[in-house]
């Protein structure tokens, strides 16, 4: 029991200290961009489940890969909120409250946004590569995966998921979302399961940009400090 305690606190410790403080203090006010976009995302399934309001949520919010790619780039940020008409909306949004709402404390409420963007945009550039690939390629797509609407907010969620776990600690965490998805993907093989993935490794590659870049920094403070040092020391004398 008490190794599992010392795991928990390994694992999640860092994350629970950084989520439970502002929580507690402000309570749903640390959370405005997390609310704005579990109500966003209520909204537009309401409006996209009436007869008058389908097309219009379509146009300003669904991308597909035959649609040119002005008009997806044009739609990709929208189309977080959008979700799939084929699952039930209270899914998605849990995950957006649970999910959005830690990177929002743990990240800042533009950083999560951000890395939701990133996380997207790299399943619905994946979905073109693949089908431009086609469905013999080891990455490749059936031209008909053209006319599938892209995963709205999973793509996001998942992608916030591994870059949280890995910026405080959490990897035990973040590689089992990555295993999910990829068991998803096995057991079910479908666009959206592998739009998880192409966001996954998009939010990796954004991850080891993000390690090289502190690294960078951390070194040029070492060598400043180094070098100030240098110039307080005495000459010598011969």
């Not at 999640?12 to 966003?40: I, N, S, Y």
């Not at 995963?151 to 591994?162: E, F, I, R, Y």
């Not at 998803?184 to 993935?197: D, F, I, P, S």
Request: proline share 5%.
């Amino acid at each position: 029991m008490r190794t599992l305690a010392r795991w928990v606190r390994a694992e999640w410790g860092l994350l629970w200290v950084t989520v439970r403080e502002p929580l507690l203090k402000r309570r749903w006010r640390a959370l405005p961009m997390t609310l704005a976009a579990v109500c966003l995302t209520a909204a537009l399934q309401f409006v996209q489940n009436q007869s008058w309001g389908y097309r219009f949520v379509q146009n300003i919010g669904a991308v597909r890969a035959e649609d040119p790619l002005w008009l997806g780039l044009l739609r990709t940020p929208l189309s977080l909120f959008v979700p799939a008409l084929d699952l039930p909306v209270w899914g998605a949004l849990a995950q957006i409250l649970f999910v959005f709402g830690i990177a929002e404390i743990c990240l800042g409420w533009w950083r999560t946004l951000a890395i939701a963007y990133v996380a997207t945009l790299a399943g619905t550039l994946y979905a073109r590569l693949g089908i431009a690939l086609g469905p013999h390629a080891p990455l490749g797509l059936p031209a008909s995966d053209a006319l599938v609407v892209d995963t709205g907010p999973s793509a996001a969620v998942v992608g916030l998921a591994v870059y949280v776990g890995w910026r405080y600690g959490a990897h035990v965490t973040a590689a089992g979302v990555a295993m999910a998805m990829i068991a998803e993907v096995v057991v079910r093989e479908n666009l959206a399961g592998k739009e998880h993935l192409a966001a996954i490794v998009g939010v990796t590659a954004l991850c080891g940009a993000t390690a090289l870049l502190h690294r960078h920094r951390h070194a040029l403070v070492r060598l400043r400090r180094r070098a100030g040092s240098d110039r307080e020391l005495p000459p010598l004398r011969t």
